[in-house]
């Protein structure tokens, strides 16, 4: 155990390297660094060192085999993707649902592994089976075997700045392609009895489920207890994850941790008191022996059905160390106990690194164990709950901000009333029905679960309960993680005037913005819908906000808020929807509802709910200044602005020689409305009307434009066909060159006096499993 540590952080640098790449290395390279860790790792082992040269050697070690092996199985999982010629075909697959079915808008998703795939495709699938008018999607159940006919595509996701990464998150889950059964007539239900460990894990899972849904098929906290029970959140509504997040407890509504360690305390102590009772089995083994063992067991099955999520692997691993070092008449370091967890977690899962959880879980933990003084342990338990508390506070505030972009202060007192609420009094209740399926207990714990909410509402509700931070440079977050922890080092330590200054330099960081008469203006990869940030030196504009992704989500809440406060963005100068389609004003609701705007302007229908006090309709004319940049909008005329493609808003936007065009969803007939009014000329940049389709871009509208660069907001494979060949044709022939947010994420482009300069955000965060686009620049 001596070399636990070095090892662990060797493992970690070599794991965080490999994510970071943007190619992998050839494999006879992989194979190489593992050959050449072995053999440090054996010299470092061989006694005849130093004990700092064998911990070096040990972390060198380390680092070059969790490279090299990670990089071979990222190979592995790589080769195991669908085919680009396969995409879009009707493709005939033979499976098992391995994982617990969970409800999509309009159907069921699940993890369908096959059975002898064919060539080109790949072993696991991400399927959706969608309800139609004349179809029912059959109940679902982890472990039947089916006969499908499905429709496939590659791995591939919207790329943002500060969003999230689908395809990390199908690579780490083993997932090839993702697509939909096309034909609901043609499947079959195959006969099969194959059951692996796993499968009945997820079938007792699901069981769990359908028990809880039937138990409280009306309550609003269902989904939420669900995923205090099994670890299944796919029913937490955003409204809530909202209210979780404001309040500090989100780490309780999953598996945590302290849940598995609870459990675990709870069952071996049970076991121990009886063990000791039976004269024959305690002079056979200690009571605190068999408990300890009888603990762990307990805990592995609850994380098994937990869906075995990295907090919980990582309180696994630790109780496994104590018990058996307890079985083994020894005592270990809670530290070592924690690095060896890191250890496990890395060589199971390498991609874990990429998992906001993951960090949050290790360094919650690692700051309790850096903040217990041994003096402190007589202390009484308030004492000790409000240093950890303190702790926990501080500490993570940097991790926080890096993570998520924010921090509740009321967080400690949310968690005095939750955690033990939770842990004491609505897992057991659970665990009791669990057991009994007897509805009442379930009930009694859903009525808590509404009293605490309640009292969570009442903390979080003020604005100053949550503080937004934007996305802070690496350098600055590390030095603030080092300064947060030397804050809490004992008393009597030098620097902590000098930590102090640098912790609260993070908290006034802003990142900067365009001089006055420049802007700034990115597209973000929204899918097959549009929204656009306008930024000057001191006002953000936002032009539409992405589609509507189903009943429960939609790109305002998903991609277009976590941007703005990346940036640093509290509070929006204005927002324009520019019609009623859901694909540009399908987020609306969840921008406003999330940040402030000083006002609404768009081409909306007079029914539309968006259209309250304070709405500006769209119209030709109207015209303002910010920081020397001019906003105009060109359509529609006065008292048109009822929504609808052909009322489309567009504005122009001007600075100095530079100009953009944004356009949204305006046809032909639009176009030669702006010509003849004498209302169009050269521009820089030209968001293409209507995402490129056939119905806009007319000759005559885009010589007039003669852009330098055409943006196209499209999706990935667009059924609609965007943009048309003819479309991307012409602009080309205008000497446009084209920026396409399929191929290229968020495109950021910056007017400034000497030019404009364009970024590719998928060439900035480009990593090795991003796959290679089919549509060439």
Known sequence: MALILPLAVGLLAGTLLLQSQQTLPPTYIAYGLVGLGAMLSLFSLSGRLDRRLAWALVCVAALTFGYGTGALRATVRLQDRLAASLEGQDIAVRGRIVEMPRRVDHGIGFVFEILDPPVGVPSRLQLSWYRNAHEVVPDLRAGEAWALTVRLKRPHGSLNPHGS???????????????????SRDAERLPDTTRSPMIIVEQWRQAIRDRFERALPDSPWRAVLVALAIGDQDGVSSEQWTLFSRSGITHLISISGLHVTIWALVAGSALAALWRRVPWLALRLP??????LFGLLAATAYVALAGAAVPAQRSLVMLAVVAFANFGGRAVRPVLALAAALVSVLLWDPWCVLSKGTWLSFIAVALLLWAASPHEQSSPAWRRWLAAQWAIGLGMLPALLALTGQMSWVAPVANLVAVPLVTFVLLPLEFLFVVLDWAPLLHLAAWLFGQLAEVLAWLSGPQWAVWQQAAAPLPLILAASVAAVWLLAPRGAPGRGAAAVILLSLLCWHPARPPKGSFEMTMLDVGQGLAVHVRTAAHDLVFDTGPRFGTSSDAGQRIVVPYLRGEGVNRLSGVVVSHDD????????????????DWLMGSLPTSHLLRGAGFRPCARGDEWAWDGVVFEVLHPAPGRALGGNRNSCVIRVRSGVHTALLAADIELASERELIEAGLLG??????????????????????TLSPRWVLYAVGYRSRFGHPHAEVTERYREAGAEDLRSDRDGAIQMRFAPD???VTRWRDVARRYWHAESSVSR
């Open 165 to 183: 990464d689908r395809e990390a998150q199908m690579l780490s889950q083993r997932l090839g392609a993702s697509g939909y059964v096309r034909e």
């Open 755 to 757: 030019g404009v300069s």
């Open 682 to 703: 050269p521009v820089d940049v030209v968001i293409a009307p209507h995402h490129g389709s056939r119905s806009s871009s007319g000759d005559d509208f885009v010589h």
């Open 582 to 597: 859901s694909d540009h004003a399908g987020g609306a609701a969840a921008v406003l509802g999330s940040i402030t705007a």
């Open 287 to 292: 009571a605190q022996s068999a408990g300890a």
